[in-house]
Structures are given as structure tokens and as C-alpha cells.
């Protein structure tokens, strides 16, 4: 068996622990939250939980640009255009419950209760965070195999 090999069985095994783990949890603070009438720390674990997995899915790439050469550095335009709004929205439920909620209760009312829309957020937050940090002369629509590769080098 192949180092590579491996390494993705490894990552996909620890991958389906972690989110067994996660619902197992999940679980318990929803069993929490009906005696205690406390939502939040099921609401915090959630998102942990959802902002983890993402960043767990951009590792392998966050690895394989770790071992090029370069200096690192930060894509602000992709934090801010796609990692801001999925951060807000990660942390709706908090919002919508906050005194900000009345001011933004038409924006978030759909979010407020439905778990979904979060998790996914979340999960694009964290990815959105680690593939937005890159080694300098190296953007990530020219890395190897990008469908895009071909029309970076003409312009």
C-alpha cells in the first residue's frame, strides 16, 4: 500500500470518527438543551463542529502548499467576498437571538430555525479561512489540474 494511499484512508477514517463523534455529541446537548432550556451550547458545539470539518477539508491542500517554496500570504479578496458572509451567517442563530435580531429578523428568520443553512455555512467558513492562505506566486486557480490553468497562462 502506497504512502498516498494511506494517508487517504487515514484521513477518511479519522474523518467518519470525527463526525460520529460529532453527532454522538450533538446528541447529548440536544438532551441538554430540553432540560435545561439553554440553547447555546449545543449552538457553539454546531458550529465548532461544522467550522472544524472545514477546515479538515482543506488540509490535504493546505499541506501540499505548506511543502512548496515561497512566502505565505493571505487572500484577502476571498476572505472577505466568501468567508465574511459565511461567518455571519455561521453565527445567525446568535445574532437572530441577540438585540441585533430585531434589526436583521428578515434576513435571519429563515436561518433561526433551520440547523442546516448553519452547518454548511460553517463548514464553508472554515474551508473559506484555510484555502485562503497561500504561498506568494501561487494563486489557486493555476494549481495543477485547475480547469482554469490553461487560460491563466494567456493572459
Not at 18 to 39: A, C, D, H, M, V
Request: aromatic share 18%.
Amino acid at each position: 500500500m502506497g504512502k498516498r494511499v494511506f494517508f487517504h484512508l487515514l484521513y477518511a477514517v479519522f474523518f467518519i470518527i470525527l463526525i460520529q463523534l460529532g453527532i454522538t455529541y450533538s446528541f447529548e446537548l440536544r438532551s441538554f438543551t430540553s432540560k435545561t432550556y439553554n440553547p447555546y451550547p449545543a449552538w457553539t458545539f454546531n458550529i465548532a463542529l461544522s467550522v472544524l470539518i472545514g477546515l479538515l477539508l482543506g488540509l490535504p491542500e493546505f499541506i501540499r502548499r505548506y511543502k512548496k517554496p515561497g512566502k505565505w500570504r493571505i487572500q484577502w479578496e476571498r476572505l472577505l467576498i466568501v468567508g465574511l458572509p459565511a461567518l455571519f451567517f455561521t453565527f445567525s442563530l446568535f445574532i437572530f437571538f441577540s438585540s441585533l435580531g430585531k434589526y436583521l429578523s428578515l434576513i435571519l428568520r429563515p436561518w433561526a430555525f433551520e440547523s442546516y443553512g448553519v452547518i454548511i455555512c460553517g463548514i464553508l467558513f472554515g474551508y473559506t479561512m484555510i484555502m485562503s492562505m497561500d504561498k506568494k506566486g501561487e494563486s489557486p486557480a493555476s494549481l495543477k489540474g485547475s480547469p482554469n490553468q490553461e487560460h491563466e497562462e494567456d493572459s
